[in-house]
């Protein structure tokens, strides 16, 4: 694997254009040191053993300081190439958390991005519907952003559609992240659509449902118009039907009553 590595680099430095190829190429050889056979005695080592940590974090930096050096000379170019190793190296980190959350074929692991590129030449892989496998999509990018603290940069480069149960899947998450980034700058009005969109995923997580009701609990104690109080837990009551919900809703339909009444 070494030897493709090379070459990946290689084609990358003679030709800027090919480091986005490079990427997912040379993640996913990083991925597999330690079976790669060419890192397990090197000669010049002479019997010494191999550090593989620090072996991983020197391909890294290598990997890294070619990305940086678009920063300066093509901010659009260095922001998609940041895209494509996020995505990757998310996933790996997954992987490193548990075995069966990434793409392994014939006892090669995969990035997403080296298994989208040759997807067409591999056998089927089945993955299944859980947010790790939505890395290894169309929207893997727009994801991985999310999950990194990124949500405004998931929202600009998210795909216009999904395609199959996953991508919906991957269309929920980033809809999710962009209703929270909505309510994080208490813009309650433009968190209504995702959060729509994001419902089903909602109502399977326990720690979405805590997240937003943290979040509108917040949107709520600086509101001071009465009548956008109301609409407002209405709106969180049909988004999360929570118990928080349903505390603020009854008090604001109190507070209804005593609005109408008053002369």
């Known amino acids: ?41 090197p000669i010049w080592l002479k019997n010494r053993s191999l550090d593989l940590y620090q072996l991983y974090e020197a391909l890294n930096k290598i990997l890294e300081d070619l990305i940086d050096g678009f920063k300066d000379r093509d901010i659009e170019q260095y922001q998609s190439l940041r ?25 090669l692991i995969l990035t997403p991005n080296c298994y989208l590129k040759y997807t067409e030449s591999l056998p089927p892989v089945d993955l299944p519907q859980e947010i790790w496998a939505t890395l290894y999509t169309n929207w893997g990018k727009s994801v991985a952003a999310c999950m990194d603290g990124n949500p405004e940069r998931g929202i600009k480069i998210n795909p216009p559609r999904a395609n199959g149960t996953l991508e919906e899947l991957a269309a929920g998450l980033v809809a999710y992240h962009e ?39 917040k949107q709520l104690d600086i509101m001071e118009d009465v009548e956008e109080k109301i609409n407002f837990c209405q709106f969180w009551y049909k988004i999360l039907d929570s118990q928080l919900s349903r505390k603020y809703l009854l008090g604001a339909s109190q507070l209804c009553k005593v609005y109408l009444t008053r002369p």
């Not at 997912?24 to 397990?40: I, K, Q, S």
């Not at 929270?180 to 433009?190: A, D, R, Y």
């Not at 995702?194 to 997240?211: C, F, H, M």
Request: with cysteine; glycine share 4%; proline share 2%.
């Open 1 to 41: 694997m070494h030897n493709w590595a090379l070459v990946s680099y290689y084609e990358a430095v003679n030709k800027p254009v090919m480091v986005v190829n490079m990427i997912g190429m040379w993640l996913t050889c990083v991925a597999n040191l330690e079976r790669d056979t060419a890192v397990e005695d």
């Open 83 to 107: 895209d494509v190793y996020r995505q990757d190296t998310i996933a790996l980190r997954l992987r490193e958390e548990d075995n069966n959350k990434g793409v392994e074929i014939n006892g």
């Open 179 to 217: 209703g929270c980034f909505h309510l994080q700058k208490l813009e309650w009005k433009k968190a209504i659509e995702p959060l729509k969109l994001a419902q089903t995923g909602i109502k399977r997580s326990s720690q979405w449902q805590t997240e937003i009701d943290t979040l509108c609990e």
